[in-house]
């Protein structure tokens, strides 16, 4: 409905190099995303003086994402099994800003790797569905503010990290 305010609901879309689809206006070329669990870490110590040691590589966790099943898992099939990666994923986080949809984050993931494919069947459901566990070279991060009363957007930050290379762009 327009004219409202606030986030109401959230669709949490995936772009995996084009080969999904949707209904989602603005999102044709995205699937549905139904989970995703990703983190990073590293080791900081403290040195003699007292001053933290941040030189430490960042390390990333393998991306397990799940979407459903579709014509387009052959095609990932064969990825996995040639060991060719996907350019992109991109995870596209959507709120309902003052009536439409506006994206809040968007995830981007490259180089990805598929390292495990399961295919499930969710019995209360009888939802089909394929859990892809992926290895990634580089991250892009970034969030977008909204005026709850306009719905305008504020602004967007944005994070950028590349393992290949250790380094932050």
Do not use: W
């Not at 995205?30 to 007292?50: C, E, N, P, R, V």
């Not at 598929?114 to 089909?128: E, G, R, Y």
Request: proline share 2%; net charge negative; hydrophobic share 35%.
């Amino acid at each position: 409905m327009a004219g409202t305010t606030g986030t109401s609901s959230i669709k949490n879309m995936v772009d995996i190099d084009g080969a999904l689809s949707s209904n989602v206006d603005g999102y044709e070329g995205f699937g549905i995303l139904y989970s995703q669990d990703f983190s990073f870490s590293t080791t900081i110590g403290a040195g003699a003086g007292g001053l933290l040691d941040t030189s430490a590589q960042i390390k990333a966790t393998p991306l397990v994402i799940k979407i459903a099943s579709g014509v387009y898992i052959p095609t990932m099939e064969t990825h996995f099994i040639q060991g060719t990666p996907f350019l992109k994923i991109n995870i596209a986080k959507l709120a309902n800003v003052n009536g439409t949809n506006q994206l809040r984050e968007t995830i981007l993931f490259e180089n990805c790797y598929i390292l495990k494919m399961s295919p499930s069947n969710d019995v209360k459901t009888a939802m089909n569905y394929n859990t892809l566990t992926l290895r990634f070279t580089k991250y892009t991060d970034t969030l977008y503010a909204y005026d709850d009363i306009t719905g305008g957007l504020l602004g967007k930050t944005e994070s950028i990290y590349d393992f290949s290379k250790n380094i932050t762009a």
